[in-house]
């Protein structure tokens, strides 16, 4: 039996309009609304936070900053905020500075697991399609980003052709930490093991799921992600996550995603990043925030080609109520949120949602997850010293003799996530020209209406589910859709 890692959490920002008198502040403005729980400890705080000041553009947010007297930390360019530190008096009288629009608190995340499968079609598609390169659809000339713990880098399952590493760029938050710089990461070489660094094990396994390497492991098991093809960039946010690390990442993808590695080095080499995975958010779901930086962030990515993908959440539910990850729920297209399926043990494609994937509320359409994909009793990279690795209790040896333990069965909907991640990057190897709008439909018009679990419903323009989306992920009919050929 799988042993299951406590649910994630990540607590992004809803959109809540506080008004009123800051003590201490005359102003005649109407104050910024604040982030919910900001809301709740903004009141009686009387320490030291951090928060994100939000701006009409980028010189108003740092004005305000500067006027109240707060220390920058750092600046999301693109979307006008910046991120900042002091006393609570002073995150008070930022509200009513002129141009600060809201102002969201810097809450903690965690990853949604709880300790593959054919089911996706995945394999298939790379077995028996080609993209528009000619080349076997494996996610060739994609770059796939993870926002994760880390990587290890020297792991077999990210060796590509003559053992090179495919991890092209790896760079490690600094946030509030002991080396903040201007964008909240620096580079580390990609030999660095992440992972090791962060005392995580998670982001290595999603991103073997994303992207590993194809392997057929001494026992019989049959491994590798659902995008061998590709390369990686990992952006390492640690295993104790804040907020502002996870957005400064997003904002790193947003201002380098056309040439991850920089202008001189060749696509070829380090293609641009189509696709992002985020394995973490809120624990109880939470209302949808299109005011927050997470959002406006993923929005940006979407408009400049670039899909964003999350798990849906490992709270379960019965549909009375919402408990799905707030930003995944975005209906912006080409923003992903993924359910978890459980084949049983089978191997079909016509098991169940798994119990701890998260659902939306039943009366309210815009909660409902996008699509599913398997999520459950996943083998993937996993060395047995790093805590997640070791909670999972069914250690698989590697492809050399050496490689002991290495691979690791763990469920949550941070498996299932990167399973569409993957995908994505084999569907824009069929069509480099397509949108994120395009790839969306193109996964959830051929998805597979499994039947177990809630009916599936007219929700605009697909038939839909509140626990399961709009079915199971079909790779196959997903890039035959988007003109992938026989070779």
């Known amino acids: 039996m799988v042993s299951r890692v406590r649910r994630c959490t990540l607590l992004v920002a809803v959109a809540l309009t506080a008004s009123g008198v800051v003590p201490g502040v005359a102003s005649a403005e109407p104050l910024a609304p604040v982030s919910p729980s900001l809301v709740s400890t903004l009141g009686s705080a009387t320490g030291t936070m951090t928060v994100l000041v939000h701006g009409a553009d980028l010189a108003a947010a740092r004005s305000a900053v500067q006027q109240v007297g707060l220390a920058e930390v750092t600046s999301f360019d693109r979307i006008g905020v910046v991120a900042a530190t002091g006393t609570a008096d002073q995150v008070r009288a930022v509200r009513a500075q002129p141009g600060v629009t809201y102002v969201e608190g810097n809450d903690p995340i965690e990853f949604f697991a709880t300790s593959g499968t054919v089911a996706s079609r995945s394999r298939e598609a790379q077995q028996t399609l080609v993209g528009a390169n000619g080349a076997p659809l494996n996610g060739t000339g994609v770059s796939v980003a993870v926002i994760d713990s880390g990587i290890d880098p020297t792991h077999p399952a990210f060796a590509g052709p003559g053992g090179a590493t495919r991890v092209v760029r790896s760079l490690k938050g600094v946030c509030l930490t002991e080396d903040t710089t201007p964008s909240c990461l620096v ?153 978890s399926y459980h084949d049983l043990g089978t191997g079909t494609r016509d098991g169940a949602v798994s119990d701890f994937s998260s659902r939306g509320a039943a009366a309210d359409q815009t909660t409902w997850p996008d699509i599913s994909a398997p999520g459950e009793n996943i083998v993937s990279a996993c060395r047995l010293y790093l805590p997640i690795c070791a909670t999972g209790l069914q250690p698989v040896n590697g492809p050399g003799p050496l490689d002991v333990g290495t691979y690791n069965v763990i469920s949550g909907t941070s498996m299932a996530a990167p399973q569409i991640t993957g995908i994505v990057a084999q569907l824009f190897q069929a069509d480099p020209t397509a949108t994120p709008g395009q790839i969306e439909n193109a996964l959830k018009s051929t998805a597979y209406r499994f039947t177990a679990g809630a009916p599936y419903q007219q929700a605009g323009p697909y038939l839909s589910s509140y626990d399961k989306g709009t079915g199971l992920v079909d790779a196959v009919a997903a890039a035959t859709s988007l003109g992938a050929g026989r070779p």
């Open 187 to 339: 580079d580390v070489p990609t030999s660095v093991d992440t992972d090791l660094l962060a005392v995580g094990g998670h982001g290595t396994h999603v991103s073997g799921i994303a992207a590993g390497t194809d392997y057929t492991l001494p026992d019989g098991t049959v491994v590798g992600g659902s995008a061998p093809g590709s390369k990686i960039v990992s952006l390492s946010v640690g295993a104790g996550l804040l907020i502002i690390g996870a957005d400064a990442a997003l904002n790193w993808v947003l201002e380098n995603h056309a040439a991850p590695c920089g202008a001189g080095v060749p696509a070829t080499t380090c293609p641009p990043i189509k696709v992002i995975n985020n394995s973490y958010g809120p624990s109880g779901g939470g209302q949808f925030d299109p005011n927050s930086a997470t959002v406006l962030l993923q929005r940006q990515l979407a408009a400049e080609g670039v899909v964003t993908v999350w798990a849906n959440g490992n709270d379960g539910g019965d549909g009375s109520t919402n408990l799905s990850n707030p930003p995944g729920t975005d209906p912006t297209p080409g923003i992903l949120s993924v359910a």
